[in-house]
Nanobody, 124 residues
Framework: QVQLVESGGGLVQAGGSLRLSCAAS????????MGWFRQAPGKERECVAA????????YYADSVKGRFTISRDNAKNTVYLQMNSMKPEDTAVYYC?????????????????WGQGTQVTVSP
């Protein structure tokens, strides 16, 4: 069992930056691939970034490439999402998710554990 707790959300102006963190419980964090997802009102949940359990392979949605960076610190059981040059369309609830696998997947159904989410709002 893995428990995930996100933090770092908030209100930012367009062009600004936020850094999300997701702290995981347990001793086997390094066995889990991690993903960051977001869901805006009336829209489906989408993967914005995912990272291999070693940190060596990454996935980014086209909409965030060049602006968002996913990283992890296995010693701290934490995954991060650095968001730069933010746009109003980045407004959503952001979730981190975990799955014990050697792959990197952007598919929400492939993840077993989810955090409670953190709201990110980007004003024009």
């Amino acid at each position: 069992q893995v428990q995930l707790v996100e933090s770092g959300g908030g209100l930012v102006q367009a062009g600004g930056s936020l850094r999300l963190s997701c702290a995981a419980s347990g001793r086997t964090f390094s066995r889990y691939a991690m993903g960051w997802f977001r869901q805006a009102p009336g829209k489906e949940r989408e993967c914005v970034a995912a990272i291999h359990r070693s940190g060596g392979s990454l996935y980014y949605a086209d909409s965030v490439k060049g602006r968002f960076t996913i990283s992890r610190d296995n010693a701290k059981n934490t995954v991060y999402l650095q968001m730069n040059s933010m746009k109003p369309e980045d407004t959503a609830v952001y979730y981190c998710a975990a799955v014990m696998t050697g792959l990197v997947t952007p598919v929400a159904d492939g993840y077993d554990y989810w955090g409670q989410g953190t709201q990110v709002t980007v004003s024009p």
